[in-house]
Nanobody
Framework: QVQLVESGGGLVQAGDSLRLSCAAS????????MGWFRQAPGKERDFVAA????????YYADSVKGRFTISRNNANMTVYLQMNSLKLEDTAVYYC????????????????????WGQGTQVTVSS
């Protein structure tokens, strides 16, 4: 079982940057696509970004495209989410998740395709 631990959240002002990290505990991390999702109060958990197991392919929600960058370091089993030009509407709990499939070339935006989830880290953007 892959355990995921997010860190890096906090309170920032609009226009600022944050980098979230998600550390994995188990070696199959290196062969799984990874995703970031977020959930604002009273709303559903939404897809933010995904990266293939190799790191070659990435995909973003339209709302964050051009501002957020997902990356990974398989050697230290960590996935990152660099968030620039933060907006008030980016306020949410951010979760990382590991795809249920190993070595898949497909990137998923669907919650049900991700089998392991972290506990979440709060990101609050103020004006």
């Amino acid at each position: 079982q892959v355990q995921l631990v997010e860190s890096g959240g906090g309170l920032v002002q609009a226009g600022d940057s944050l980098r979230l990290s998600c550390a994995a505990s188990e070696r199959t991390f290196r062969y799984r696509g990874m995703g970031w999702f977020r959930q604002a109060p009273g709303k559903e958990r939404d897809f933010v970004a995904a990266i293939s197991w190799s790191g070659v392919s990435t995909y973003y929600a339209d709302s964050v495209k051009g501002r957020f960058t997902i990356s990974r370091n398989n050697a230290n089993m960590t996935v990152y989410l660099q968030m620039n030009s933060l907006k008030l509407e980016d306020t949410a709990v951010y979760y990382c998740a590991a795809d249920s499939k190993l070595m898949s070339s497909a990137l998923s935006t669907t919650l049900g395709d991700y089998i392991y989830w972290g506990q979440g880290t709060q990101v609050t953007v103020s004006s």
